[in-house]
Structures are given as C-alpha cells and as structure tokens.
C-alpha cells in the first residue's frame, strides 16, 4: 500500500518507490523536510531506519540553514509530541551527530574554564543536549501561554536528559548537561520548572560522587546566575556551596 508524504520529505531523503510525495501545505523548504522526517519517525522504529539511511547526506551537510531548520521543526514537534514519539525523534538527531551530518554549535560561556578539554569525547550527549536547549529556546519565543503544552515539553525534555546520563559520566560532562539545564529553567514558565528543577537536584546528587575542582564549581555558579528571577535560584545556589564544601 502507498504511504502518502508531504513531497518536502522526498527533497532531503531518498524514500522506497511505494512513498509517494505530494505538496502540503506547511512542508516547505529543508525545515519542512525535516518536520516530514521526525513526524514519520515517530511512527515506529522501521520508519526511523528507512528515513535515516535514506538521508541526502550531502545535500542536508552542505546546506547553510540545516540546524536552524533542524530545531525549527523540533520546535513545532516537541509541544504535540508523546514521550515513546519523542525518544524516536532523539535517536534520529542522535544518528545524525554520531555521523557528523549535523554539527552542533555549543554555547562558548560554558567552555571558559576547561579550554583544553577534548569535547570529541562528549560531542554526542553534549550535542544532543545542546539540541534541546536551541529547541526549548525557539518554543519559549512562541507560545508562552499553554500548561499542558509546556509540561509536557519539560517531560520529554527531562526523559532525554536522564537517558543521557550515567555513573559513568565525567564531572565535565555533568557540569556541561548542568548549566544546560539551567538555561532551560532560565527560559520555562513557572508551571513547567519543576520538574526539571528536580532534574537538575539529581545532576548535584551525580556530581556530589565525583571529584569536582573549582573551575567546574565557577561553571556551575555562572549557570546558576542565569536564574536569578527564579523561584529555585536560592536552593540551587545553596546546593552548589554544599557541593564546594564537600570537595574542600
């Protein structure tokens, strides 16, 4: 039986001949493509296969816009997505760093204090979360007024992050996945924090196993910075300090 695809869909991927594309209204352009290609992985794993592997490498790679489109179209998905959809959309963006078609651009502020650090190591979960800061950031320019949509986007935010993270994470690693959460917390409305406030408990509890220096100290201080209006800038200063002491 033919599967129906907005045609955007055929222009970034080389698609089975029984997929047939045609002209949709809200698909344009590679952000459109993208859309097409997240929304059908979200279907089943199958899809993601068929999508990912049949990716115009080439043609997305040298493409100038390709991550602003990429978080363009997460943006849109991730209000309407459901946790199962959205973990299938994660693995997409997953394959597409592992493979180098996507290059994600960190945050300079956060690399200050560990210039000779070799992010090759961490450029997958880093990546990833990075991903989801950009995307968190273009939603929160858009809608502000919505609960539901806003909780369930920290839900599947905070699913992805924990997935990301491990007893064997490096202190680097988990100061970075912190100050990245903290910047989402900087952008949430109030109704959507907690939950990833307790997320960001759980990166201190993970830290407090480690051996953490002062510089990841002064990482994590700046991220907390950014919260300053927020009703959790208190507690999480006061956990920081608790971490330093312990590391004394």
């Known amino acids: ?27 344009q352009g590679l952000a459109g493509g993208f859309q097409a290609i997240f929304e059908c992985c979200q279907v089943s794993d199958g899809f993601l296969d068929t999508l990912k592997y049949g990716l115009r490498r080439d043609y997305v790679a040298k493409h100038s816009q390709f991550y602003p489109c990429v978080i363009m179209a997460l943006a849109k998905l991730l209000p309407c997505t459901l946790p199962h959809e959205w973990r299938r959309c994660v693995k ?3 394959y597409l760093i592992s493979e180098a078609i ?19 190591v961490f450029r997958l979960p880093l990546g990833v979360s990075q991903v989801l800061v950009d995307t968190v950031f273009v939603l929160s320019t858009t809608n502000q007024e919505n609960p539901q949509m806003w909780e369930q986007a920290a839900k599947c935010y905070v699913q992805t992050l924990k997935e990301l993270l491990s007893d064997k994470c490096a202190p680097f690693e988990l100061c970075q996945l912190f100050c990245h959460t903290c910047q989402v917390l900087s952008v949430l409305p109030e109704q959507a924090m907690e939950q990833v406030f307790v997320l960001t408990l759980e990166l201190l509890q993970l830290l407090g196993q480690k051996f953490v220096g002062a510089s990841e100290c002064r990482l994590m201080a700046r991220g907390i910075q950014g919260l300053s209006g927020s009703p959790y800038h208190k507690t999480l200063q006061e956990k920081l300090q608790g971490l330093s002491s312990q590391m004394q």
Not at 2 to 26: F, H, Q, R, T, Y
Not at 102 to 120: G, N
């Open 1 to 27: 039986m033919a599967k129906v695809v907005p045609a955007a869909l055929k222009v970034v991927c080389e698609l089975p001949s029984d997929w047939i594309g045609e002209e949709m209204e809200g698909y």
């Open 92 to 94: 997409c963006v997953e």
């Open 102 to 120: 996507l290059v994600v651009p960190y945050q300079p502020t956060h690399l200050d204090d560990l210039p000779l650090a070799d992010l090759s």
